[in-house]
């Protein structure tokens, strides 16, 4: 199964709205980092949060990190259609030694202008 | 600006044929990465390299390979194409100074 699973799988909101979606992990992790994929294109990362922070901001996104439950949240505040995009959390598993992130299957989210 | 390319954007293949997709990137980056995404599935890593002519397999190396002959440069072969490689390919990188990786564009290859 996925290290990183997001939810919900699609979420479809009305510009100016706000938009969450939540990534759960199930091992210990350096850091976690979102990511966008607009459709049919590579990923661009959106933000990073270290496992010691608890939250962070960036522009209109905030995100937030709860090891203890080991999950985290992106919300996108005021929408803008250019929103519509795929949004993938991506984890950095601790004292694995493993070099690759392991990211989720994916947010599709849609805004309605 | 930091750049990632890959060598087509669309690649149409016969089953059996052999298939070369390269990646490119500018940021003198040591570690270059292939995925493949299907829907549904999300991300799935292939292969790997930290270093020039070093490889690791990734979580579903089987029906790939891979060559790094310099280290801006991460080929993902595909020595027998079959129909369940069609798929979106993206390369990635990283430095070892950042934790963000880098995307290309993806190339979409259908085997038929």
């Known amino acids: 199964s996925q290290q990183g699973e997001e939810d919900p799988q699609a979420l479809s909101i009305q510009e100016g709205e706000n938009a969450t979606m939540n990534c759960s992990y199930k091992?210990?992790?350096?850091?976690l980092q979102w990511y966008r994929q607009n459709s049919g294109r590579g990923l661009v990362h959106l933000i990073l949060?270290?496992?010691?922070?608890r939250e962070k901001h960036s522009g209109r996104l905030r995100v937030t990190l709860d090891t203890s439950k080991k999950s985290s949240s992106l919300l996108i505040t005021a929408s803008r259609a250019a929103d519509t995009a795929s949004y993938f959390c991506?984890?950095?598993?601790?004292?694995?030694?493993?070099?690759?992130?392991?990211f989720g299957s994916g947010t599709r989210l849609q805004v309605q202008p | 600006d930091v750049k990632v390319t890959q060598s087509s954007r669309y690649l149409v293949k016969r089953t059996g044929e052999k298939v070369f997709l390269e990646c490119v990137q500018d940021?003198?980056?040591?570690?270059m990465f292939w995925y493949r995404q299907d829907p549904g599935l999300g991300l799935r890593l292939i292969y790997f390299?930290?270093?020039?002519?070093?490889?690791e397999k990734g979580d579903i190396p089987e029906g790939y390979s891979v060559s790094r002959e310099k280290k801006e440069r991460f080929s993902l072969i595909l020595e027998s194409a079959s129909t369940n490689q069609t798929s979106m390919y993206l390369c990635?990188?990283?430095?070892?100074?950042?934790?963000?990786?880098?995307f290309g564009p993806g190339t979409r290859l259908t085997v038929l």
């Open positions: 091992t210990s992790i350096n850091n």
């Open positions: 991506a984890t950095r598993p601790r004292d694995t030694g493993r070099r690759a992130l392991t």
């Open positions: 990635a990188s990283y430095g070892i100074n950042t934790d963000t990786q880098y």
């Open positions: 949060i270290r496992s010691n922070e």
């Open positions: 390299s930290y270093d020039v002519k070093m490889k």
């Open positions: 940021m003198d980056h040591e570690n």
